[in-house]
C-alpha cells in the first residue's frame, strides 16, 4: 500500500527530463526497502531524500565499494557526464558508452545497479556528494 499522494510526488520530484522513469523506478525499489509494514510512506520517503536522496546514498556507498584507482576513473566519468551550471545545480552532458574510454564504461557498468541496463547517466554523475566536488573543481 501507498499513502495518498506520495506516487505523485515521487513523479514530480523526478523531473520532466526524458529518461526520468527509470529514476521513479530507482526510488520506489529504496522506497520498498524502507517500507513500513508492507506501507510505502511519505516519512521514509523523506529519510532516504526523495529521488535524489535516494540516488545519491546509492551512488556514495558505490564509489566507497571501489577501489582506489576505480574512484579515480570514477571522477573522470563524472566530470565527462557532469559540468556546472546556476547555483548548486548541474547540466547533463549525455555521452555514449561508444564515445567513453573503455575504462569509463567499465566503471559505469561496476557503478550501475544490478537492474540497471542503461548507460552511464550523467543526471546520477551529478547528484553524488563527492562528484559535485568534482565536477566544480578546475
Given at each position: 500500500?501507498?499513502?495518498?499522494?506520495?506516487?505523485?510526488?515521487?513523479?514530480?520530484?523526478?523531473g520532466d527530463e526524458p529518461g526520468?522513469?527509470?529514476?521513479?523506478?530507482?526510488a520506489l525499489t529504496e522506497l520498498w526497502n524502507r517500507r513500513t509494514r508492507s506501507m510505502l510512506t511519505h516519512a521514509a520517503y523523506d529519510?532516504?531524500?526523495?529521488?535524489?536522496?535516494?540516488?545519491?546514498g546509492y551512488a556514495d556507498d558505490a564509489l566507497?565499494?571501489?577501489p582506489r584507482t576505480r574512484q579515480d576513473c570514477a571522477r573522470r566519468l563524472f566530470v565527462q557526464l557532469a559540468r556546472p551550471a546556476d547555483g548548486d545545480a548541474f547540466s547533463r552532458r549525455p555521452a555514449r558508452?561508444?564515445?567513453?574510454a573503455p575504462e569509463l564504461?567499465?566503471?559505469a557498468r561496476e557503478?550501475?545497479?544490478?537492474?540497471?541496463?542503461s548507460s552511464p547517466t550523467p543526471r546520477a554523475a551529478a547528484r553524488t556528494r563527492r562528484s559535485?566536488?568534482?565536477?566544480?573543481?578546475?
Open positions: 500500500m501507498v499513502r495518498a499522494g506520495l506516487p505523485e510526488r515521487i513523479v514530480a520530484d523526478a526520468r522513469m527509470p529514476l521513479v523506478q530507482f529519510e532516504m531524500g526523495g529521488v535524489a536522496g535516494a540516488l545519491v566507497d565499494e571501489l558508452t561508444a564515445d567513453l564504461v567499465e566503471v557503478l550501475a545497479p544490478a537492474s540497471s541496463s559535485s566536488t568534482w565536477c566544480t573543481r578546475r
